[in-house]
């Protein structure tokens, strides 16, 4: 079993940063490939990034490449979404996800879930 608790949401204005925090407990975290997801009102959950066990390794949806960077730090469980130039179509919950084995980019194959946190990107 392993517990996700995200953190670092808010209100941001277009052009702005934000960093999600998302901390694991109860597992070897290490073992898990890591997962952001992200969904606005009336939308399906969408993958935003994976990040693989060693942090060798990440994937990330086109709407946020070269704007948004995971990684990971195993020695304290977490895992983080640095998110730069933030559009108002950023807005949603975002989640944090583990799944034990190989990269995947449906949440159909992620095991676990944080709460989630809400970004809201406006002016």
């Known amino acids: 079993q392993v517990q996700l608790v995200e953190s670092g949401g808010g209100l941001v204005q277009p052009g702005g940063s934000l960093r999600l925090s998302c901390v694991a ?3 070897f975290f290490s073992n898990y490939v890591m997962g952001w997801f ?3 009102p009336g939308k399906e959950r969408e993958f935003v990034t ?4 060693s942090g060798g390794s990440t994937y990330y949806a086109d ?4 704007r948004f960077t995971s990684s ?13 130039s933030l559009k108002p179509e950023d807005t949603a919950v975002y989640y944090c996800a583990a799944r034990y084995g190989q990269y995947r980019s449906s949440y159909y194959w992620y095991d676990y879930w ?3 946190t809400q ?5």
């Open 25 to 27: 407990s109860g597992s």
């Open 38 to 40: 992200r969904q606005a």
């Open 50 to 53: 994976a990040i693989n066990w």
């Open 63 to 66: 709407s946020v490449k070269g």
């Open 72 to 84: 990971r730090d195993n020695a304290k469980d977490t895992v983080y979404l640095q998110m730069n």
């Open 114 to 116: 944080g709460q989630g």
């Open 119 to 123: 970004v809201t990107v406006s002016s």
